[in-house]
């Protein structure tokens, strides 16, 4: 990749995210991590932020999951993907879902 050259990320429109994704994406306790800690972050954070005890390849797999499945977005900076949660567009498709699940697995955590 020349840095002229952009690697463009898909991402599902707002109106393309479906609950059944959305719900498989976070059942896994490593995607439900990361999203969590997308919820409690002030900004984007790369990929290699979060303190998963995965491989490398196996987080970009748990990254992917959540990116076609419209929980997160991606966006390339240098080498670096940087992501984000879709709340705006979640809580348009889906009201309240996603801060039920996020509370549910924080009480979960602190118990």
Do not use: W, Y
């Not at 949660?85 to 348009?92: F, M, Q, S, T, Y």
């Amino acid at each position: 990749m020349t840095p002229s050259t952009v690697e463009k990320i898909a991402h599902p429109a707002r109106d393309e995210i479906e609950l059944s994704d959305v719900l498989h994406a976070l059942s896994d306790p490593v995607r439900l991590q990361i999203a969590a800690g997308l919820a409690a972050a002030s900004c984007e954070r790369s990929c290699g932020s979060f303190d998963v005890r995965v491989s490398k390849s196996t987080c970009t797999h748990h990254f992917k999951v959540l990116r076609e499945a419209g929980v997160i977005h991606q966006r390339q900076e240098g080498t670096a993907r940087l992501n984000t949660l879709r709340v705006d567009d979640l809580e348009a498709r889906f009201p309240g879902v996603l801060e039920t699940i996020l509370r549910a697995a924080l009480s979960g955590a602190s118990s």
